[in-house]
């Protein structure tokens, strides 16, 4: 099966708290990419990041960190110190080598920060 | 980054009426653009693949002859939904890829918003 696995539907913290969202993947390919995407309330899709399965090393953009495991088939996602404007539905994807390129969602995490 | 446009953003209809909405890619060309459906609070879904100059794929369970998919060029592609329903509201959003490989970024659209009274 290729699959990806957001146990976490719905997360609410007060802000400046950490937070990290989980995410486990499924394929059969060894080669691949994995992606987070951010969807506030307004339903536009922001690009987060990109990996591709060769790159197992972590990755930190201000506030925000990746965590890849290929031992655990996982990519977790953490935002430190959150901010009410981190508030929204957030998606962890994959695209297997074999999957002509077609992205598959996760279910999604809708976090909400609370002041 | 590249810039994906949708039209419209919103539109409400009639059951029984046909919407159109358009995906643009505004400063590259899309090789291939995908569309999918997203329904309240529920994950985005693929329901076709569409290549410039031939017919879309479709995913399993979409009917092709509901959702009529177009990419006549490499800047535009449109997604007909034909004789909509109530149950064909949801959230359309499509995207476009610039190449044909797997680490082509895909770039997507803002989403358009169809309700179907």
């Known amino acids: 099966a290729q699959k990806v696995t957001q146990a976490q539907t719905e997360i609410s913290v007060v802000e400046k708290e950490d937070v990290t969202l989980d995410c486990v993947y499924e394929t059969r390919d060894t080669t691949y990419y994995l992606f987070w995407y951010k969807q506030p309330p307004s339903g536009e899709l922001v690009f987060l990041i990109r990996?591709?399965?060769?790159?197992?090393q972590n990755e930190i953009s201000g506030r925000y960190s990746w965590n890849f495991q290929k031992s655990t088939s996982s990519f977790n996602f953490t935002i430190t110190a959150s901010q009410v404007v981190d508030s929204a539905v957030y998606f962890c994807?994959?695209?297997?080598?074999?999957?002509?390129?077609?992205?598959?969602f996760g279910s999604g995490t809708r976090l909400s920060i609370r002041p | 980054g590249a810039v994906v446009s949708q039209h419209p953003s919103r539109v409400i209809c009639k059951s029984g009426t046909s919407v159109k909405i358009e995906c643009r890619s505004l400063?590259?060309?899309?090789?291939?653009m995908f569309w999918y459906r997203q329904f309240p609070k529920q994950s985005l879904m693929l329901m076709a693949t569409?290549?410039?100059?031939?017919?879309?794929?479709?995913e399993q369970g979409v009917e092709k002859d509901k959702f009529l998919i177009n990419h006549a060029s490499l800047t535009l592609s449109t997604l007909t939904v034909t004789s909509a329903h109530p149950e064909d509201s949801s959230f359309y959003i499509c995207?476009?890829?610039?190449?044909?490989?797997?680490?082509?970024?895909?770039?997507f659209g803002p989403g358009t918003r169809l309700t179907v009274l």
């Open positions: 569409s290549n410039e100059g031939s017919k879309a794929t479709y």
């Open positions: 400063d590259f060309q899309a090789t291939t």
């Open positions: 995207s476009a890829r610039e190449g044909q490989g797997i680490k082509d970024t895909q770039y």
């Open positions: 990996r591709n399965s060769f790159d197992e």
């Open positions: 994807a994959l695209t297997p080598y074999s999957s002509a390129s077609k992205i598959i």
